[in-house]
């Protein structure tokens, strides 16, 4: 079935640089869509969501776009902290009366002090 | 706390058994939702209440697993006769849908080793 998925398994950046990890999704009937962070041992951790009528949103620090023509959705993240090391997810609500989340396979971000 | 909780964090049994978890949700959220996730990869739904009302099953949700939510609040997801291929971690999470939001809040997480 569709799926969401993610283009770079691994992304290494240097503390204090900004941080861009990438979801592509096939399904277009999604209208929604999350990222999460997870650390080791722990659940998911709610960072920003993203309704299909809008195409950027603002968090703390993160920033989600929403590109609807190419399917693609990206978390940027500012600044990035040691303590942003972690496991993010995209994950996205295909909607037509369904309220489960398909996540894709997860991109590990590392941040290099 | 406030957040979601879910009991026991870890559980080792041997093949056959049967085994138990709970999930209490954030108060007052009405959508209460189960996921299993492997090493590796995202979480996958298994199934989602509404108050104590089942609405939704994955595929994923064989006949050995049973959930329910009987007084709309916590929430118990039962595997009979476990299989090694059972082994991953079982997450929950909740929603306050009369809020008008769509997030979902999860737990941490209750880890099955079979044996």
């Given amino acids: ?113 | 706390d406030t957040g979601v909780s879910q009991n026991p964090r870890h559980k080792i049994t041997k093949r056959g058994q049967n085994v138990t978890f709970r999930c209490d949700p954030i108060s007052e959220h009405n959508r209460l939702y189960w996921y299993r996730q492997t090493l590796g990869q995202g979480p996958e739904f298994l199934t989602y209440f509404q108050n104590e009302a089942q609405l939704e099953k994955s595929r994923l949700l064989s006949d050995r697993f049973s959930a329910e939510r009987p007084k709309g609040s916590f929430s118990t997801l039962e595997i009979q006769r476990t299989e090694q291929g059972d082994s991953a971690m079982y997450l929950c999470a909740s929603t306050d849908r009369t809020s008008g939001a769509y997030e979902q809040y999860f737990g941490p997480g209750t880890r099955l080793t079979v044996t």
């Fill in chain 1, 1 to 113: 079935g569709e799926s969401v998925g993610l283009h770079l398994p691994t992304l290494s950046v240097q503390e204090g640089d900004n941080s861009i990890i990438n979801c592509a999704y096939s399904n277009s009937a999604s209208d929604y869509f999350i990222w999460y962070k997870q650390e080791s041992g722990k659940g998911p951790q709610f960072i920003i969501d993203i309704r299909s009528n809008m195409d950027k949103r603002q968090g703390q620090r993160v920033t989600v776009l929403l590109n609807k023509t190419v399917k693609h959705l990206s978390l940027q993240i500012a600044a990035t902290q040691p303590g942003d090391s972690a496991v993010y997810f995209c994950a996205e609500n295909s909607g037509a009366g369904s309220y489960q989340l398909t996540f894709g396979k997860g991109t590990k971000l590392s941040v290099i002090p």
